[in-house]
């Protein structure tokens, strides 16, 4: 698996979704998407989850930041991508899901299950949590045994409960955001046009003012990649000098 450290987060480069699926099989760690936002984070305990699993280029930002490094990557969104999980595995292993609302996950594995014959999901709950909860959870992830657990709260909270979670329950994690609401229809994804000129950021700025301070982290992004381009350039000069 082709890797490269940006700003301490270790991000994995995929040329393809199958190739990404071909890695996983068998894997019990945690799916973590990463995007420039993800990438600007100074948070330590996020950096260690991040590369102690499988960091992957949900967000164009984290494309650009591995090519700019020399590595062959596509952008693998999330919220499409565990759809392709559960389309190769629905046959051969179990599912468990966590997030959002009783509403949301309950239309959610409703139309999982009528869309994919044979997926079994072997236990389900919402994303809001009391004191008690997280036991209660370990004990029916233990009893029930999935293979898969996909778990929607956003991020960085999502990524800290699968942390917790993996520590007493071995599976396969894979944190997914908003993407039951998407799938559940309770929300829309951006218009294939923004998809394609890779502007979904735009998209969900212009539907949601409040995430504006949020983007504030892409002007921080692109200063700090224009620097790290120059640098790594720089270190191949001395590396190899004519």
């Given at each position: ?7 301490n987060y270790k991000i994995s480069a995929f040329k393809s979704k199958s190739l990404f699926l ?221």
């Amino acid at each position: 698996m082709n890797f490269k450290i940006i700003n301490n987060y270790k991000i994995s480069a995929f040329k393809s979704k199958s190739l990404f699926l071909d890695e996983i099989v068998d894997t019990k760690k945690i799916l973590v998407a990463m995007n420039a936002e993800k990438i600007m984070k100074d948070d330590y305990q996020l950096q260690r989850i991040v590369n102690e699993n499988i960091a992957y280029t949900d967000g164009f930002g984290a494309v650009i930041a591995l090519r700019s490094r020399g590595l062959e990557a596509i952008k693998i969104p999330g919220s499409e991508f565990w759809l392709d999980i559960v389309a190769r595995f629905e046959k051969t292993k179990k599912f468990y899901l966590i997030g959002s609302t009783t509403e949301v996950i309950e239309a959610t594995v409703n139309k999982l299950k009528e869309e994919y014959s044979h997926i079994e999901i072997v236990g389900y709950r919402n994303g809001f949590f009391v004191e008690g909860d997280k036991i209660k959870l370990l004990r029916d992830l233990k009893k029930t045994k999935p293979d898969i657990v996909f778990v929607a709260q956003g991020s960085p909270k999502q990524e800290f409960l699968m942390d917790e979670l993996i520590s007493e329950y071995k599976a396969l994690y894979m944190g997914l955001g908003g993407s039951f609401d998407i799938y559940g229809g309770n929300k829309k994804r951006a218009p294939l046009i923004f998809l394609k000129l890779e502007l979904e950021w735009l998209y969900r700025l212009i539907q949601e003012p409040t995430r504006f301070s949020r983007q504030l982290a892409l002007i921080k992004f692109f200063t700090f990649i224009c620097r790290d381009n120059v640098r790594f350039k720089n270190e191949k000069k001395v590396k190899h000098p004519l």
